[in-house]
């Protein structure tokens, strides 16, 4: 299922995938994508795309909350750091 995700005044796509024991998650922006602890990183750095990862989360709300754990190079490289929320990374990435 995907739908349209305001946050702070822009624009996002919201993915949500269901599978049998769990549901990914990914919030895309048009540099960057900040999804749950379902993703691996190593095609974000492969490709250089901006992607940071949060774990424990329910839904598009938790992620916006919840801590970066993880980050592709290209995320850290425009300011994303490990430790601050989802919305403040998609924020960062977005520049």
Do not use: W
Not at 80 to 90: C, P, S, W
């Amino acid at each position: 299922m995907t739908r349209e995700l305001e946050i702070d005044g822009r624009l996002y796509s919201g993915v949500e995938l269901h599978t049998r024991h769990a549901v990914m998650l990914l919030i895309q922006g048009e540099q960057g994508n900040l999804g749950c602890g379902y993703f691996s990183l190593a095609p974000a750095d492969k490709l250089g795309d901006r992607f940071a990862i949060v774990t424990g989360v329910k839904n598009f709300s938790d992620m916006l909350e919840a801590k970066v754990v993880a980050a592709s190079s290209a995320a850290l490289a425009c300011g994303v750091e490990i430790g601050m929320a989802g919305r403040t990374a998609l924020a960062c990435m977005e520049k």
